[in-house]
């Protein structure tokens, strides 16, 4: 089964970066690709949206799906991103502030 996990992440260490604490206003995702529970490849993504005023969660919903992503892991979503994510078929999981990209993208795939 292969599966796109999008994390969201403090900088641009890909695997070796740490979870983001605020989903739509975090600076980067890693974006993880998953196939048969083995991670098979990383790329970082700057978020759009990370310096925008208002209104970055349609933004980064719409960029997650255009990746084709599966899931989306932060340490925290607001209920507006809940529900666009939701509506884009994407599924939120939240995970402790600071966890390991790695261990967090097993600890959803499990």
Do not use: H, W
């Not at 070796?16 to 974006?31: E, L, P, Y």
């Not at 994510?85 to 502030?97: D, G, P």
Request: hydrophobic share 45%; glycine share 10%.
């Amino acid at each position: 089964m292969k599966l796109k996990v999008a994390v969201a992440t403090q900088g641009s260490k890909g695997l070796k970066d740490r979870v983001s604490a605020i989903f739509g206003r975090t600076r980067t995702f890693t974006i993880v690709e998953v196939e048969d529970g083995r991670i098979k490849g990383a790329k970082v993504m700057k978020n759009p949206a990370a310096s925008l005023e208002y209104g970055v969660g349609p933004i980064v919903a719409e960029k997650l799906a255009e990746k084709k992503v599966d899931i989306a892991v932060a340490g925290e979503f607001g209920p507006g991103a809940l529900a666009l994510l939701k509506a884009k078929n994407i599924r939120a999981v939240e995970v402790k502030v600071g966890t390991n990209v790695c261990q967090a993208v097993g600890n959803v795939i499990k």
